[in-house]
C-alpha cells in the first residue's frame, strides 16, 4: 500500500517481506498455487506476493477489505464506461478537480475539522472528503459504476486519506498542531495494480470463520499480537471506507466499536482463538509472524504449532529489530519478530499445477460463459469474430443463450436477448453481485445441501425445493449438477432436467469461467432481455451498430429447438419470421451475422437456401479446425456458416434488390 510509512499500520510487515519471501522459499519447494492472507490490515503482504499467486486475502475491518477488493481483486485499471456515457471520462480528475462544494457543513468536516473542534483534517480536505465519499456511493446507487471500480474509487481515496491526515500515523488522537502534509490537498491517484492474470479475492469476515469455508495452499497469518485494538486506532478510516456517519463521541470522535473487537488483543482468549484458528485451517503449508513479546508466550505458540504440524516439524526464525518506541519501555532487550512455518497436511498431487515461466501468462483471449449451454459458439470464436465489423456502437445478441458471443465482442453498447427468461435472470441477478462474494455463496449451497457428482438423492431434493421457491442462484446450483447442465423445464415451467451422475459439478474451471464473466460483464454497458425475437425494437439502430443471430438450427435436434424444455418450439414460422427480418437490417443499412447449418444429416434448410439465393450476402463456412474460408458459393456439404449482410474486405452493408417475400410469413 503506497500510504504504509504514512499510515504506520500497527504490525506492518512493510520491511520484513523480504525475509518472508526468503522464509518461504526455503521451506516451500513444490509448486502452489493459492495464497491466503489470513489478517490483510494494510494488504502489504497480499501485495508483495500477487506477483507468484493467486491471493486471497481478508480483514475484519472494512477499510481494510476495500482497500483489498480495489487492489487485490482488480488485476486492470477499470474502464468506467457508465460514467463516460454522463461524460466523466476519468472520474478521479472529475473528483479531484471538483470544486463547487455545497454550503452546507458535511458530516466529515463537522466530526473531524476544525468546523467541529477536531484537527484529523483540514476543512478544505474535510469537505473534499465529504464530496468524494458520497459521490462514489451515489455513482453506486444510479448504477453508474460496477463493483470493481466502486471498489477501486474507494480505495483510491482510502490510500490518499493518510497522505493528510494530522496525525502520527494511527489515528488514535489527532495532533494539536498542523503537520505540514495536513495542510497539503487531498488528491486521488491511480491505483498501482499488479495484473497477476488470477482470480484474486478478498474477505471481510471473522479469520476463525472464513477458514472453515475455504482450502488454500500457503496461509499467512499474522494476527495482533498485543492489547491494543485495531479497531480505535484506525477509526478514522473505517468510519469513511463504511459511510454510514454513525454519532461519534469524545474528543477523538470514536463511533462504537464493540463488535470490532479481536479475541487475539484479549490475553484470556488469545491462546484460545489462535488453536481455533490452526486446527480448523485448510491449508497445506502455515508462515505464521508472531513477536516474542506478544500475549500467546513463545513456548505455548511453538507448542501449539507442533500440535498441528505433521510429524510435529516445526521451522522457526528469529528477526530482531528495534521496537516502535513508546512511553512504556520494552521490559526485554531482545526484542525479535518470529516467523514459524509448519506443513499442515500431505500435498494433494492430483490438484491442477500452474507452471510458472520468466514470461508474462497471458489470459485465454476469449471469455468463456459460466453456463455450458448447448449450441453456444465459444469454440467458433476464432472464427466468428474476425469476420465481425470493428468499431460497433451497439451489438444486439439476439438469441444470446449463454452470451459466450456478446461477452467477447467490443462495443459501446450491448444487448442480450433471449426467450429463456430463467437464464437471463440469472445473468441479471449475477451481473449485481461481487464475484467473490458469489462464489462463496455458491460454494455454501453446495455445503448446505450435501451436493455431489455421486449424491442423487440430494440433487433431488434440491430441485424439489427450488421448483417450490424459484430463484436465480439456485437454478444456477442446480443446473451444476444436472445432466449435461441443461435447462430444461416442463410445461408447468418446472426444472425436470435428471442428475448428471459422475459428471457434473460446480467444477474449478465452471468457477473461474464465472468469475471472468462477470469481471467483464460489469464493466460493460449492457442488458438482458427476455422478449421473442421480432418484439425487439431495432428501428433505431444504424449503420455502427451490428445484429448477431443464432437461432434454433431448425434441421437439428438440438434440445434448445424441439419445444420441450418449456419455452417455444422452433418452426417454419419462425424461420420465416427470422429472414424477413434480415432482409429488413439490410434496407435499414444495419449489418448482421447469421449463424447455423445448410445442410444436416441428409436434410436441407430450403428456407435458408432460398434465402441465400434471393439476397445478396456472404456465405463464411466454419469448421472446427480454426481455418477460414469465405465464399458465395453454396456447393458445400453438412457444416456450420456465417451468414453476412456485408462485404468481409470492407464491411460495408450489401444492397439487395427486394425484401424477403412477406407472404411467406402471412401463410402460417
Known amino acids: 500500500m503506497k500510504g504504509d510509512v504514512n499510515m504506520r499500520y500497527i504490525g506492518s510487515k ?125 455513482w453506486k446507487e444510479q448504477d453508474l459504476l460496477s463493483e470493481s471500480e466502486y471498489f477501486y474509487l474507494l480505495a483510491s481515496l482510502l490510500e490518499a486519506i493518510p497522505f493528510v491526515s494530522n496525525t502520527t500515523g494511527t489515528y488514535g488522537a489527532f495532533l494539536k498542531k498542523w503537520d505540514k502534509r495536513a495542510l497539503k490537498k487531498l488528491e486521488l491517484l491511480p491505483l498501482d495494480l499488479t495484473n497477476n492474470q488470477q482470480h484474486n479475492q478478498a474477505f471481510n469476515e471473522n479469520s476463525n470463520e472464513l477458514v472453515k469455508k475455504i482450502s488454500v495452499d500457503i496461509t499467512y497469518i499474522d494476527t495482533p499480537y498485543n492489547k491494543r485494538q485495531y479497531a480505535p486506532n484506525y477509526h478514522v478510516l473505517e468510519n469513511i471506507a463504511r459511510n454510514d456517519k454513525p454519532k461519534l463521541s469524545g474528543k477523538t470522535r470514536l ?58 516439524n516445526i521451522n522457526i526464525k528469529k528477526i530482531s529489530y528495534q521496537k516502535y518506541k513508546s512511553k512504556n519501555p520494552s521490559a526485554s532487550y531482545d526484542l525479535y519478530e518470529l516467523l514459524i512455518y509448519i506443513q499442515k497436511k500431505k500435498v494433494s498431487y492430483n490438484k491442477t499445477i500452474r507452471i510458472r515461466s520468466k514470461k508474462q501468462v497471458l489470459l485465454p483471449k476469449y471469455i468463456k460463459s459460466p453456463l455450458n449451454y448447448i449450441g453456444g459458439k465459444y469454440k467458433l470464436l476464432p472464427q466468428i469474430l474476425p469476420l465481425f465489423p470493428e468499431n460497433i456502437n451497439t451489438f444486439v445478441d439476439l438469441f444470446s443463450g449463454g452470451a ?41 449451497k453446495i455445503t448446505k445441501y450435501q451436493l455431489s457428482k455421486e449424491d442423487e438423492k440430494a440433487y433431488l431434493d434440491f430441485r424439489r425445493k427450488y421448483n417450490k421457491n424459484p430463484n436465480p442462484l439456485d437454478l444456477y446450483v442446480l443446473v451444476s449438477y444436472s445432466y449435461n447442465y441443461q435447462f430444461r423445464f416442463n410445461n408447468s415451467m418446472e426444472f425436470n432436467n435428471p442428475f448428471g451422475r459422475n459428471r457434473s459439478c460446480f467444477s474449478e474451471n465452471m468457477e473461474q469461467n464465472l468469475f ?19 418484439d425487439v425494437d431495432l428501428s433505431g439502430l444504424k449503420e455502427e451498430d451490428f445484429v ?37 437490417l439490410t ?82
Open 14 to 138: 512493510l520491511n520484513l517481506l523480504t525475509e518472508i519471501q526468503e522464509f518461504i522459499s526455503q521451506n516451500i519447494k513444490s509448486d502452489n498455487k493459492t495464497f491466503l492472507d489470513l489478517f490483510g490490515g494494510s494488504n502489504i503482504v497480499s501485495s508483495y506476493f500477487k506477483k507468484d499467486y493467486q491471493i486471497l486475502t481478508n480483514d475484519f475491518l472494512y477499510f481494510s477489505y476495500a482497500i483489498a477488493q480495489g487492489k487485490i481483486v482488480n488485476n486492470e485499471q477499470p474502464q468506467f464506461i457508465r460514467l463516460k456515457k454522463i461524460n466523466i471520462e476519468n472520474p478521479l480528475d472529475y473528483l479531484n478537480t471538483f470544486t463547487d462544494f455545497c454550503s452546507h457543513i458535511g458530516y466529515y468536516e463537522k466530526e473531524y475539522s476544525p468546523t467541529g473542534e477536531a484537527m484529523y483534517f483540514s476543512v478544505e480536505n474535510a469537505k473534499r472528503i465529504d464530496f468524494i465519499r458520497d459521490e462514489i456511493d451515489n
Open 255 to 312: 463511533f462504537d466499536y464493540k463488535k470490532l473487537k479481536s479475541d487475539y488483543s484479549n490475553a484470556k482468549l488469545a491462546f484460545e482463538a489462535m488453536e481455533d484458528l490452526i486446527k480448523n485451517l485448510d491449508t497445506t503449508y502455515i508462515i505464521l509472524s508472531y513477536n516474542n513479546e506478544g500475549i500467546i508466550p513463545e513456548a505455548d505458540l511453538i507448542g501449539l504449532l507442533k500440535k498441528y504440524a505433521i510429524d510435529g
Open 404 to 444: 459466450n458471443v456478446g461477452i467477447n465482442v467490443q462495443a459501446n453498447h450491448h444487448i442480450f436477448n433471449d426467450m429463456n427468461n430463467r437464464m437471463n435472470e440469472m445473468f441479471r441477478y449475477f451481473a449485481t453481485k461481487n464475484p467473490q462474494e458469489l462464489i462463496i455463496e455458491i460454494k455454501n
Open 516 to 534: 471472468n464473466f462477470l469481471s467483464k460483464v460489469q464493466t460493460m454497458d449492457s442488458v438482458f432481455t427476455d422478449n421473442y425475437f421480432t
Open 548 to 584: 448477431y443471430l443464432d437461432p434454433p438450427y431448425l434441421i437439428t435436434t438440438g434440445s434448445y429447438n424441439d419445444g420441450n424444455r418449456g419455452f417455444s418450439n422452433w418452426t417454419e414460422h419462425q424461420e420465416y419470421e427470422m429472414y424477413h427480418l434480415l432482409s429488413r
Open 587 to 668: 434496407k435499414q443499412g444495419v449489418r448482421y451475422a447469421l449463424s447455423n447449418v445448410v445442410e444436416h444429416k441428409g436434410k436441407t434448410n430450403k428456407i435458408l437456401s432460398d434465402f441465400i439465393e434471393s439476397q445478396n450476402v456472404h456465405t463464411h463456412y466454419l469448421n472446427f479446425n480454426y481455418n477460414n474460408a469465405s465464399h458465395n458459393s453454396k456447393a458445400r456439404g453438412s457444416q456450420e456458416i456465417l451468414l453476412t449482410n456485408y462485404a468481409p474486405e470492407t464491411f460495408e452493408v450489401l444492397k439487395n434488390e427486394q425484401i424477403f417475400e412477406d407472404q411467406q410469413i402471412l401463410l402460417f
